[in-house]
């Protein structure tokens, strides 16, 4: 577990950005409103709409694979359909090798 | 008191991982023990200094009832003391046998059985709960033939239930099966009387309701000859001989004790005898009733056992992962719990479908202001926990 300290709050549009990759939650109702975005193996993020700070988790077993993996979605969110494509075009790489470590 | 600059004050409420705050007299007996040079009889010769292992088993034989002060063996913690019991036991045994344990078993209990058992060492039934109990008749329909141990918990520490050990420990008592007790959430918690559980062994931890530091723990042994010692070292006694010696409690305490826990928890427990065991009990209900009694009857709250006997909550909030609100109650509220499975997954099988739910836990010095608080803030996130997911 990780927790990151942004140049800025993650944007609503960045939260869409993820929608590609996994699920995302929001509470607009809690008296600090909050999300989660959950990737099953790779990563799961947590923080308050408009913070800086977020908690980011990795699976243990796979944390070699995806260690940089939320700085990517931090390059990428900016750069439309383009980025996520290429994200998916990682995303497959670390599936494939995450593949083939698990036991058979 | 404030956990860092913006942050909301820190309420801790997770003792039952470990307490805190400790008592002032905890802090200064550590403080006090660590200005002089350690003492322990044939480890030193500095005589003038205080004997804390030595005035600590006599004064855990005063507070739990015991009669014989030197089968108090200091470990690092209950894990040790399971591990050192369990382990024990089965080097005794000639050939395999069968274990009985509890689905409210804390891993500390479970890890080692399997371990056991995946050798061959023992066959092992594990008991369900009702009501968040285990009975007498459960344990007695899990009994077989070759059935020589039971180990099972005094409470547990997710569903605060505190187990009826006696009609159990008198049961196994006269059948001739070694019953270890886990009392790592009731010694401390709750009047403890070793005259009315005759357990083979009672297993107690140093730094939860007894107030002394992480790193202390211990068990009492009724009679030594069913444990084998499973280390060896120096004892400060009959060192030109090469055999561990078997007294009490060198049998099963070798190298230098942990001295400055050792001084906490002498003082941990001169502080509930100063305060009264009753007392610290009667407390920690308070606090506990208090707060079931402000979650109770929220549609949006699951508590797993409204009628806990121990300062011990365990609850989801619908709609929303246990670590979410976990994480919410910490940084929004500067609230501390825990989350997850509390080292005890048969309990949560049974419970909450293995996904885990969040554990608030009080001592007996918890703020009774915090315990409103934080049943006001779990409320408001419950009161929140509808959650937008939007299609793709």
């Not at chain 1, 577990?1 to 809690?30: N, W």
């Not at chain 1, 099953?40 to 260690?67: C, H, M, N, P, Q």
């Not at chain 2, 009731?186 to 931890?205: K, L, R, W």
């Amino acid at each position: 577990m990780k927790e990151y300290i942004l140049s800025g709050p993650l944007t609503p549009a960045f939260l869409e950005f993820l929608r590609s990759f996994g699920t995302v939650k929001e509470y607009p109702h809690m008296k600090r409103p909050f999300f989660s975005f959950e990737q099953e193996d790779f990563i799961s993020v947590k923080g308050f709409a408009g913070d800086t700070s977020v908690e980011v988790r990795y699976r243990k077993e796979f944390s070699d694979l995806t260690s940089d993996y939320f700085h990517l979605l931090l390059f990428y969110g900016s750069k439309g359909e383009g980025g996520i494509r290429k994200m998916h075009e990682i995303e497959e790489s670390i599936r494939e090798k995450m593949r083939i470590r698990r036991p058979r | 008191m404030a956990a860092g600059t913006g942050s909301p004050s820190l309420i801790y409420l997770n003792n039952a991982a470990t307490t805190w705050p400790k008592p002032q007299e905890v802090l200064d007996e550590v403080a006090r023990c660590l200005q002089t040079p350690f003492f322990e009889h044939g480890r030193s010769t500095a005589g003038s200094a205080v004997d804390y292992p030595a005035e600590a088993r006599e004064a855990l034989a005063a507070f739990f009832h015991a009669e014989e002060p030197d089968h108090f063996i200091f470990t690092q913690n209950a894990t040790d003391s399971l591990n050192m019991l369990i382990h024990g036991f089965a080097k005794n045994r000639k050939a395999p046998f069968h274990a009985i344990t509890t689905e409210l078993e804390h891993n500390s209990v479970l890890r080692p059985l399997h371990a056991l058992e995946a050798q061959g060492a023992l066959s092992l039934t594990t008991v369900p709960f009702h009501d968040s109990r285990v009975t007498l008749q459960g344990i007695e329909e899990a009994m077989l033939p070759e059935t020589r141990l039971v180990v099972m918990t005094h409470g547990s520490n997710v569903l605060g239930s505190l187990q009826h050990i006696r009609p159990i420990a008198e049961y196994c008592s006269a059948n001739d099966i070694f019953l270890i007790v886990d009392g790592a959430q009731t010694a401390g918690q709750v009047p403890v009387n070793f005259t009315e559980i005759p357990a083979g062994a009672f297993v107690f931890t140093g730094h939860k309701a007894l107030f002394g530091l992480p790193g202390t723990g211990g068990f009492y042994l009724q009679d030594p000859v069913e444990v084998a010692s499973t280390r060896q070292g120096g004892t400060g006694t009959e060192s030109r001989n090469l055999v561990h010696p078997q007294d009490m409690p060198w049998k099963f305490e070798a190298g230098t004790p942990n001295y400055p826990g050792i001084a906490s928890l002498l003082a941990g427990i001169r502080y509930i005898g100063r305060e009264g065991q009753d007392a610290v009990t009667g407390k920690c209900r308070g606090l506990t009733s208090r707060f079931i009694g402000e979650l109770t009857g929220d549609p949006d709250i699951i508590l797993y056992n409204p009628a806990a006997d121990l300062p011990v909550v365990s609850f989801n909030i619908r709609g929303m992962d246990n670590d979410q609100v976990g994480y919410i109650l910490a940084k929004a509220y500067g609230i501390i719990t825990r989350t997850g499975l509390h080292c005890a997954p048969l309990v949560h099988d049974r419970i909450d479908g293995g996904k885990g739910c969040v554990r608030v836990s009080f001592s007996s010095l918890s703020d009774p202001e915090d315990c409103l608080t934080a049943a006001r803030a779990v409320r408001e996130v419950a009161a929140g926990a509808d959650p937008q997911i939007r299609p793709e």
